[in-house]
């Protein structure tokens, strides 16, 4: 069962550049953290694959829906879910705005419509 972040840790999420990501495994341990982009809004963070839904860390954490995100000091266990229930054009804002100093051809990797169907909801872990 998921819950809601915290605001203080959403926060601190949100704020930060860059988010680790892991999934767990079926005898518990987690995968290979990968550094990702990520986004909050409306009280949750959203992640996409940059390169595709045959990304290891994507495919891994869509199969298996479990693991531990970490970013900003903020370490949690988390789930993963399908992000299509979202509207998509308001997370392609969320990504321009947070990360508007990068070249335009590096925040189209998460922007557009290429990647719609590559959003992961992350709630934590109740």
Same mark, same amino acid.
Do not use: C, N
């Given at each position: ?10 926060t601190a ?11 767990r495994r079926? *005898?518990?341990? #987690? ?8 986004? =909050?809004?409306?009280?949750?963070? %959203? @992640? !996409? ?37 979202? *509207?998509?054009? #308001? ?8 990360? =508007?100093?990068?070249?335009?051809? %590096? @925040? !189209? ?18």
């Amino acid at each position: 069962m998921s819950a809601q972040w915290d605001p203080v840790d959403l926060t601190a999420i949100a704020a930060a550049d860059e988010l680790r990501i892991s999934s767990r495994r079926r *005898d518990g341990s #987690l995968s290979t953290p990968v550094t990702i982009w990520s986004v =909050a809004l409306h009280g949750v963070v %959203v @992640v !996409r694959s940059a390169y595709g839904a045959e990304s290891g860390w994507y495919r891994r954490a869509l199969a298996r829906g479990a693991g531990r995100i970490s970013a900003a000091g903020v370490e949690r266990d988390v789930r993963f879910q399908p992000g299509d229930h979202f *509207d998509q054009a #308001l997370v392609d804002d969320a990504y321009r705005r947070k990360y =508007a100093r990068y070249p335009d051809a %590096v @925040v !189209r990797t998460v922007a557009g419509e290429h990647v719609h169907g590559l959003s992961l909801i992350v709630t934590p872990e109740a």
